[in-house]
């Protein structure tokens, strides 16, 4: 059988199938238009419109100055949508995040004041620098998309998506993400430095580059909503789901691991394997997209053994041997 095409993204591309191009079809005018403003990051900003349309949530663990905040804000602007920052310190309370009633003295009632989880697109920025408290005010907000406060819920605006960042070299004065907060992002990512080229463009580009504020929608917010309940229709073959049901088994009783994938995590490897198909143009996941995309939706959720840290060996690490060592079926 031939082998299909390389696609731009690094897997290979089969553009044969006519289904599921609701999603499809969006991912390359979002794209190019983000690329205005990020350059030289289209595997990084693959991913994260995977998780926008997936409906899930990223966390970038990387180091300042590589285009985060940019990321967040080109992504809102691109989809009409509006975004908020949320700069994440010691200080900062769970009702700056989630909102706070406050009395009204003209109309004699409590009002509600939404908090900065209110956008389609929030960026919580240095997230592990908040308390654990504050960090947890996000919880119910990233996984039931509401907010209750004072026994009164109030919705979030769909779609919403929540880009967490987090430095993995400065740890001082941080407090690190619980496994339940981890287990609510759907993947987790390095943007990286850009390449030679890239960043030689930026160079030349500079005090004249577009900013993220200029960049028109290309899709309105109600077609991203739209386009991610047609992903529902991309088709998994029973072995790829017996290969992540598996591959969640084999964490669970890796000696290396205490804490394997939970059943969201296998959830959300599937979600994320059918957005990232209809990406490619196809009705079908294959198993190299989740093969692709295992170590990013993974090795967050899964907590390594002290003796395993010790050895020097990530969680990432373990992943890569469970990817290599569980097989596929023959029929995916």
């Given at each position: ?194 390449d030679r080229a890239a ?76 957005v990232y198909a209809a ?54």
């Open positions: 059988m031939a082998q299909p095409a390389e696609s731009s993204f690094g897997v290979p591309e089969d553009r044969s199938a006519v289904g599921a191009r609701d999603a499809g079809a969006l991912f390359p005018p979002l794209i190019a238009n983000v690329e205005r403003v990020i350059r030289g990051k289209r595997g990084p900003l693959h991913l994260a419109l995977v998780c926008l349309l997936a409906e899930g949530h990223l966390l970038i663990e990387d180091v300042p100055g590589v285009g985060k905040t940019s990321l967040a804000k080109a992504i809102a602007h691109s989809i009409g949508g509006t975004w908020r920052r949320i700069q994440f310190t010691p200080d900062l309370l769970p009702s700056d995040v989630t909102g706070v009633s406050v009395w009204n003295r003209k109309n004699d009632a409590f009002e509600f004041r939404p908090g900065g989880v209110f956008a389609h697109v929030v960026l919580a920025d240095e997230i592990n620098r908040a308390s654990p408290k504050t960090q947890s005010a996000l919880l119910e907000a990233m996984e039931e998309r509401q907010v209750s406060v004072d026994g009164v819920t109030h919705p979030l605006p769909p779609p919403f998506l929540v880009i967490a960042t987090q430095n993995p070299i400065e740890l001082e004065g941080t407090y690190p993400l619980p496994e339940a907060q981890l287990d609510r992002f759907l993947m987790r990512i390095r943007v990286g430095y850009p960043e030689l463009t930026i160079l030349e580009a500079q005090g004249h580059e577009t900013a993220a504020e200029d960049l028109q929608p290309v899709t309105t917010a109600r077609e991203i909503v739209a386009a991610a309940r047609s992903v529902d229709r991309v088709h998994v073959a029973p072995g790829l789901r017996e290969y992540i049901v598996a591959l969640a088994d084999a964490s669970r009783h890796h000696p290396d691991l205490e804490l394997g994938v939970s059943p969201r995590g296998a959830l959300a490897l599937q979600r994320a394997a059918r990406s490619l143009g196809r009705d079908y996941v294959a198993a190299d997209d989740v093969k692709l995309l295992a170590p990013h939706v993974l090795a967050h959720r899964v907590v390594a053994t002290p003796d395993a840290r010790l050895r020097g060996v990530s969680a990432s690490d373990i992943v890569a041997t469970l990817l290599a060592s569980v097989p596929i079926a023959p029929d995916s």
